[in-house]
């Protein structure tokens, strides 16, 4: 659960006061917001939120509740630092329904009971170009880090997980406004599993790749494992020019590509002329059938301060009852990163591989000799030679190239450690999209930066409450 500071208490004329209703477990999102003893909440994998006073010592809960609810109030939320708080608990499709919840809340349902949450949640905050899809099916997943539909934009797919079901496969036929789960299909089975990208061929046909095991579809609605690619996370997932699925990861010891025409069976194309574990395959960008760019690197998986910057979003799961959810802390601690020729375990590497044969052999054409402390995450192209590329550390950086790898133009530059970018869409040679965020608990936003000159000069959005893990941008309206 995660918790808001409450609202100031307007103070009303002592006439009015007999109007209020005076109660635990009201409307978070009305004049007054919740009582003095409650926090708002809203609950992982859930749609809506909620007033919540604390338990006391011995679990028991407030028993006021609002007019007409006949939800029981009882001690069932547990949050990571260990407080517990009370919440309404329902009884899930039953002829008394949301009515048990009062006005402007309804009954959901959570790991086998219900939970009285208020349905009348302001929208997100929007910026000049994004707009949050009010789908409170999206909303009730509790991690989904890539999305990906079909040309048309009406049908897509995302990895996701729910505190329900774990971690599960949701589709859309309307263009993201609703989803609903295809896969697993018996939620009493749950897949333990946490699904990274998804590539998207046509409303049937799909893949999406998992730090298990992938998963394809040539139904749009059973999913199946592949019988190759165990234990081989990707994450990134493409449709190539070829019409064949591409998967950007390590697969076993090497990095590289993986190719199939169904998701069934990969064929690695692998590099051998770089260090796999120094620069392990990370994000893709196929212009052409024959010409590839792979983003590789890595970050120091023992230093505490680049670790609390980047589990600021780890998802986590406890494995056994299915839960998922996002970690969320800052450590101070700075152990300063040294060059990997000193020690691979805490050192930063960023580098772009190229292919012009199909990944049979891989040239490298961008290398950070600097040790600027920076690892590289999506890259995107319009053409063969022209290119953008995201990377981030200690500082976040937009890279350009117009001539197929043999230069790079840095042309965003960031210094704030805090700064984060993932994921980069050109729409064509002139616009182009980065995406990623400021991850700080003080100030944690969201952040697009638009270009609209190829990737030479950049203006940046950004929208409070967010961090954008991924884009699939399917034209210059969509």
Known sequence: LSTARDMPILLLPLVLTPLLSLAHYGDPNKVGGCMKDEVKIQIQGLSGDLCSPACSSSDA???DVPKGVTAQPQCVLKSSTGGQNCALVCTPSTDEGDAQCGDKASCKA???IGLCTYDDVPPPPSSAHWVPLQSPTFQEQSVVLGVSFEKNGKIGYAGAGNNNVGATVIKSTDAGQSWEVVHPKNSSKPAFNLYLAAATKSGAQAVVSGIINDLWTIDGGDFFPSISGFLSPAQDAHVLPTGDF??????GKKSGVAVSKTGLKWDFRTYSNVNSTLYPARYGAFPSENVWYVTAGKFPSSNAMVAAKLENIQPISNGLEGKYGFSFKEN???DDPVPCSVDPSNC???????TTDGGSTWDVVYQDKNNSNIYPNGIHCTSETHCV????GETARIIVTRDGG???????YDTDSKSSLMAVHMVDDNEVWASGGHISSLSFEGRYWHSLDGGDTWVKEAIPGLYILNLDILGKQA
């Open 110 to 112: 959570i790991q086998n």
């Open 389 to 392: 590329a995201v990377l981030e």
């Open 332 to 334: 101070k601690e700075n």
């Open 406 to 412: 043999k230069t790079w133009k840095e042309s965003m």
């Open 246 to 251: 591409g998967l950007v990861g390590t697969f």
């Open 348 to 354: 930063f590497s960023a580098m772009i591989l190229k």
């Open 61 to 63: 809960c407030p028993t």
